[in-house]
């Protein structure tokens, strides 16, 4: 299959980046290309020349033997290979950048640190929101770079946890990992307001009936309550998919859907939805902080460990 053999070579070409492999100077114009998607911008970024890039961006195609970017019209896309490559390459950049900021010693008053947190968009809007207003009080000269949640983070949950700072993830998705417990939720469905397929309370047979608002097409990046379903026996109807647990609740708004969603996502939406529980026991949502072991005595993590676990609710 091209997909396979495409994901395949760009994992053997990431374990080379990882290694350093390239040179830094040319792992920093690939990013910047796969990030761009032109030659302009990619010198612009990096305040180099045109025709710099363009022979670096020739290098890369013979080092690759692919392409990387093709001609769309009148701009650029990313060949499969390099959609492939990009968040290895990422992920490659973050650990040459992470090794020439290593500290012995960690002082947030004076530290212009940057961590690097991949986090799902309900994490960034509860945990991630609530560290943001600490570090910004105890840490002028810190920031913080959320990252969205990737394929490879699930496939390559030891490498790629290597390369970031750590991950806000619920439980049920990363397995080696250290992890700081951060807040509890729970796990409810939605449905429209005016939705008269459904009564105040849910039953099996509504579950198995109602067209379903799935989460994430990736069957590894569904929430564990959808998981639980699954186990139940209880088959659904999935009509849409979406890469957000924020927008479920304004997909079912007006239709005879329904998802599931955290609780504090729910409760944002307000008018137009009803939140509604599940028919029986459902595991719990708890918000988690995760990282590699590798991590343990930096200084720095240690400090925004301490930040996060002084932050439960």
Known sequence: MPGAD????ATRHGDALLSFGLESTHLQALHALLSELSVTAAAARLERTQPTLSKSL???RRHFGDPLLER???SYRLTAFAERLRPLVAAAVTAVDRTFAAETTFSPETSTRTFTIVSSDHGIATAGAELLLRVRSLAPGVGLRFMPVSAELLEHEDKYLRNVDGVLLPHGYLTRASSLDVHTDRWVCVVSADNQFVG???????????PWIA???DQAGRPPAW????????IRRVVAVAESFLV???LVRGTDAIGVVPGRVAATEGAGIRVLEFPFEVVPLIEAFWWHPVHDADPGHRWLRGVLGGQRV
């Open 248 to 250: 479920v609740p304004r």
């Open 6 to 9: 495409n994901q395949d070579k």
């Open 58 to 60: 020739r290098r890369l």
């Open 72 to 74: 769309a019209g009148n």
């Open 200 to 210: 105040d309370r849910l039953t099996r047979q509504d579950l198995e009936r109602l």
């Open 227 to 234: 998981r639980q379903l699954e186990l139940l026996g209880i």
């Open 215 to 217: 989460t994430f097409a």
